[in-house]
Nanobody
Framework: QRQLVESGGGWVQPGESLRLSCTASGFTLTYYAIGWFRQAPGKEREGVSCVGVSGDTTGYADSVQGRFTISRDNAKNTIYLQMNSLKPEDTADYYC??????????WGQGTQVTVSS
């Protein structure tokens, strides 16, 4: 069974950091582009960051540019999202997703991030 599992979420104070992980099982992420998404309570899901197959191409939402860094370790079949200088508005459930074509076909179950003092 192919699945993605996120981990690394939790509660932190503003200004602190977290690193989210997205690990695949049942398939290899080597040939998949990966995206991180988030959904805050009462809001629509939004794209946060993405990384291409090679890892050289990355993208970020304006709201996280300069604070978040996406990376991939194909040897570990894992994608990371390093989140620094976290703000209360970053509070959300974070999801990773994988695609080989136009649409993200595989989604994780999400990990919760809460930023609060």
């Amino acid at each position: 069974q192919r699945q993605l599992v996120e981990s690394g979420g939790g509660w932190v104070q503003p200004g602190e950091s977290l690193r989210l992980s997205c690990t695949a099982s049942g398939f290899t992420l080597t040939y998949y582009a990966i995206g991180w998404f988030r959904q805050a309570p009462g809001k629509e899901r939004e794209g946060v960051s993405c990384v291409g197959v090679s890892g050289d191409t990355t993208g970020y939402a304006d709201s996280v540019q300069g604070r978040f860094t996406i990376s991939r370790d194909n040897a570990k079949n894992t994608i990371y999202l390093q989140m620094n200088s976290l703000k209360p508005e970053d509070t959300a459930d974070y999801y990773c997703a994988a695609k080989r074509s136009a649409d993200y076909g595989y989604w994780g179950q999400g990990t919760q991030v809460t930023v609060s003092s």
